[in-house]
T-cell receptor, first 114, second 116 residues
Framework: AQTVTQSQPEMSVQEAETVTLSCTYD???????LFWYKQPPSRQMILVIR??????QNATENRFSVNFQKAAKSFSLKISDSQLGDTAMYFC???????????FGRGTSLIVHP | GAVVSQHPSRVICKSGTSVKIECRSL??????MFWYRQFPKKSLMLMAT?????????EQGVEKDKFLINHASLTLSTLTVTSAHPEDSSFYIC????????????FGQGTRLTVV
């Protein structure tokens, strides 16, 4: 069974600064996908970024980037130039290739202060 | 991107009544959909996997008779909370995987259920 661990229940950052959210996972699978989802106060789950395990290059989406360390089973999310709209719960998720069901971490509540 | 629509977004019902929540895939067919429950400031807890044309697969500890799932078409799954009780008050979210071309699941907007 896979497990996803987010060790930071809450984080805060000043607007325009950079923050990193941590995520580790445990699996015996070799091919899988990792995701970061954002859940703002509206509760709508929004995909932030996706990483394929077979790709060595870290995924980047505008101000969001990941540090994927496959050997260490680590998948952290870096948010640069934080904006007030980034305030949300962030969930790390793991999905083996061939499965449709992701495993979610417990989430990290991020507050961006003006 | 693919769109999943969930309705209603909020519902209040009396104890003992039943309430139905709909989850629709708007621009793709979904033979499988997932129903989650989320407690305040907690992660998503998978309740069941809805399978088009067959019985749903429930996770351990989820009461099948309380949470009835029907997946009658390739674009619609429904979750009916029967004989609702205040402890059933929660946020319910559905999701559907886009079977080709995408690896992530798409989520509905969620339903806030309050049982009074």
């Amino acid at each position: 069974a896979q497990t996803v661990t987010q060790s930071q229940p809450e984080m805060s950052v000043q607007e325009a600064e950079t923050v990193t959210l941590s995520c580790t996972y445990d699996t015996s699978e070799n091919n899988y996908y990792l995701f970061w989802y954002k859940q703002p106060p509206s509760r709508q789950m929004i995909l932030v970024i996706r990483q394929e395990a077979y790709k060595q290059q870290n995924a980047t989406e505008n101000r969001f980037s990941v540090n994927f360390q496959k050997a260490a089973k680590s998948f952290s999310l870096k948010i640069s130039d934080s904006q007030l709209g980034d305030t949300a719960m962030y969930f790390c998720a793991f999905k083996p290739e061939g499965s449709y069901i992701p495993t979610f971490g417990r989430g990290t509540s991020l507050i961006v202060h003006p | 991107g693919a769109v999943v629509s969930q309705h209603p977004s909020r519902v209040i019902c009396k104890s003992g009544t039943s309430v139905k929540i709909e989850c629709r895939s708007l621009d793709f067919q979904a033979t499988t959909m997932f129903w989650y429950r989320q407690f305040p400031k907690k992660s998503l807890m998978l309740m069941a996997t809805s399978n088009e044309g067959s019985k749903a697969t429930y996770e351990q500890g989820v009461e099948k008779d309380k949470f009835l799932i029907n997946h009658a078409s390739l674009t619609l799954s429904t979750l009916t909370v029967t004989s609702a009780h205040p402890e059933d008050s929660s946020f319910y979210i559905c999701s559907a995987p886009y079977l080709t071309g995408h690896t992530e699941a798409f989520f509905g907007q969620g339903t806030r259920l309050t049982v009074v």
